[in-house]
Structure formats: structure tokens, C-alpha cells
């Protein structure tokens, strides 16, 4: 699938959203819309079933073999180095804490592992949501590459009728509160993306026909939609997936509101936006053992003051991000996608 600057935009105001639910969870903001976070993580969902099903489409005309490996490749080039290496880091943060996870975090297990535990596992809890993806990694592409080419969107509507089905029998049957994160409690969000992909031509169409007074109020609509419906566990993915599909052909139309997507600083914020997320969760340990609030570990000195101010410690965590984000852009995640395979 062609690259869409614009989309990068949106991964970038998506993983804001998580950001400020994780590191503000106590702001007034916050608690106005206190599903903010899981926003912003359906979002990327979304986008993910969006662009995977088309770069498998894309691959249906290879060999299988050689689509397989491409998209294997591919994706493990993009994914595990960043991802791998923060994991090791991490054993000179809190060891003891690395090593009762570390075999759900190395096999993408981490959200069977909050569910094992019925708790969050600390600075490690986002990850869950990079676990659901490796899972949909691994069971979307044997659909798109074995099912013949005009039984695809025959999948994509089982696969979320499927979904939404044991979503609704582990409701009734299992007690736990992190039911949310299984892969198919999160697969009907891919779905969203994957028929988008395949009928675009329709929808696209469908969107450009509208005038503006209609796509405002088709805007307004989702948003009370999404408000009303974000914390009710069988119907919220449901209203995520009808906004983040909007929101994606909204960014192939062009009004003046569009500038703000073509900004260069949003689109490459975007482009970073995997490591801002991997990385966003373990900035607050750094930074508190930087500024000598926390001391868990004799290799992370006190370099900073610590001058005991929320907005102080937040200033900082931002740069510490945004210079952890870029640098690993450029120095590990960028040299590895040189190895790429462009071809399909």
C-alpha cells in the first residue's frame, strides 16, 4: 500500500492520547473521558488492519512462500529490534520485576499475562497492546494469503462476527476486568481497518459525495457516539471502529483543516510514534531515578535536580521522550529498515 503521510498525523495525535492517559491519569482532561487512552490504542488497531490488509493483497501475487517470508521479514525488521533491545535495558531498571515477566514479554504473551495475574504488571502493562498486534500478525496473513481472493471479504465479516461472539461468551463466563485485552476482545477493531482496505474505492467515493454540512455532522455524531458508548465493553469497539474509519478517509479529502495532517512535525512525530509509545511508559522510572526521587538500581546516577514540581518532572519526561524517540529513529530502527524488502 502507498505510504500516506497524513496517516502518520494520526498515529501521532493517537499515541498522544495514550501518553496523556498514562502520565496525567489524575487531570481534569483525563477524567472527562477517562477511556482516552483505549482511544488512542484503537486507533492504531484500526490502521494497523487498514495498511496489513492491503500490503497482503498486495502479496497475494507472489508465490506464498516468498509472501510469507515478506511480510515476516518485513514486519520483524520493523518491530523486534527497538523492542528487544528496551527489554533488555530495562534489566538495570528493576530486575527482580523483568525477571518474573520476562518470558510472556520475549513471547508477546504480556496481555495473557495481566490477565494470569488479574493486575497491571507496572511498567510493562502497555506492552499488552503490542502483544494483541504480534497475535493479529500472526493469524491475519494465513487468511489473506491462503483464502481465495474473492472469499477475503467472506473473512474479514466472520472473523468479526467471531470476534464480537467470544467476546460476548467471555463476558458472561470469565471474571476478570482484562477480558479487554485477548486478541479477539481487539480483532473486530482490525476488521474496521481490513474492509476499509478492501472496499476504499467504495467508500472513498462514498465520503467525497458528501458536502461539508453532512461530514460535520456525521463527525459530531461518532464523537457522542464514542462518549456515550467508550466504557461499555460490548459496544465501544464498535463506535472506535466506525470513527477511526472515518477519520482515515477523511485524511484522502483536502480542506484547510488538512494543513494541520500536512504539517511536517506531526507527520514525522507519527513516523516515531512506535517508539513514543514503547518507550512512553518507562520515562517516568528514568526520570525519577535521574532527579533522585527513586533510586532502584546503582547504574542511573542522579544527574538532575529534583525541585519536587509536577510540571518540572513532566517537562522533563517530555524531552527525555522525544530525545529517546528520535535517537532511536535514527540510530537503530531507520538502519534497520534499510533491510527491507521493498518489492511487493
Not at 190 to 195: E, N, Q, S, V
Request: proline share 3%; charged share 15%.
Amino acid at each position: 500500500m502507498l505510504y500516506q503521510p497524513r496517516l502518520d498525523t494520526l498515529r501521532f495525535f493517537s499515541v498522544i492520547l495514550v501518553i496523556i492517559s498514562h502520565w496525567l491519569p489524575n487531570s481534569e482532561f483525563v477524567k472527562a473521558i477517562p477511556f482516552m487512552g483505549n482511544i488512542g490504542v484503537s486507533f492504531f488497531f484500526v490502521i494497523s488492519g487498514y495498511l496489513i490488509t492491503g500490503n497482503l493483497m498486495r502479496l497475494k501475487e507472489k508465490k506464498l512462500s516468498d509472501a510469507f517470508g515478506f511480510f515476516y521479514w518485513n514486519r520483524s525488521l520493523r518491530i523486534f529490534p527497538i523492542y528487544y533491545l528496551s527489554l533488555i535495558a530495562l534489566l538495570f531498571v528493576d530486575f527482580e520485576f523483568w525477571e518474573d515477566n520476562a518470558i510472556y514479554l520475549f513471547t508477546y504473551l504480556t496481555n495473557f499475562r495481566i490477565l494470569a495475574v488479574n493486575n497491571w504488571i507496572g511498567v510493562f502493562s502497555h506492552l499488552w497492546s503490542l502483544a494483541v498486534e504480534e497475535q493479529f500478525y500472526l493469524i491475519w496473513p494465513l487468511v489473506i494469503l491462503l483464502v481465495p481472493r474473492e472469499k477475503i471479504a467472506l473473512s474479514v465479516y466472520l472473523t468479526f462476527f467471531i470476534s464480537c461472539l467470544l467476546k460476548i461468551v467471555v463476558f458472561f463466563f470469565v471474571n476478570s476486568s482484562f477480558i479487554d485485552i485477548l486478541p479477539f476482545s481487539q480483532f473486530d477493531l482490525f476488521m474496521f481497518g481490513a474492509l476499509l482496505s478492501l472496499k476504499s474505492g467504495m467508500f472513498d467515493n462514498m465520503i467525497r459525495s458528501l458536502s461539508k454540512t453532512q461530514l460535520l455532522i456525521i463527525s459530531t455524531s461518532l464523537c457522542v457516539l464514542v462518549y456515550f458508548t467508550g466504557t461499555v465493553y460490548l459496544l465501544k469497539n464498535l463506535s472506535l471502529g466506525l470513527i477511526s474509519c472515518f477519520l482515515i478517509l477523511f485524511m484522502n479529502l483536502n480542506f484547510k483543516i488538512h494543513r494541520v495532517a500536512d504539517f511536517k512535525l506531526f507527520v514525522f512525530l507519527g513516523k516515531i510514534s512506535y517508539g513514543l509509545y514503547l518507550y512512553h511508559n518507562f520515562i517516568p522510572v528514568v526520570m525519577r531515578n535521574l532527579c533522585g526521587i527513586e533510586r532502584k538500581n546503582k547504574f542511573m546516577p542522579a544527574l538532575l535536580p529534583n525541585l519536587n514540581s509536577p510540571i518540572y518532572q513532566l517537562i522533563i519526561q517530555v524531552f527525555l521522550l522525544l530525545m529517546v524517540s528520535v535517537m532511536s529513529w535514527y540510530l537503530i530502527e531507520k538502519p534497520f529498515l534499510r533491510f527491507k524488502k521493498l518489492n511487493y
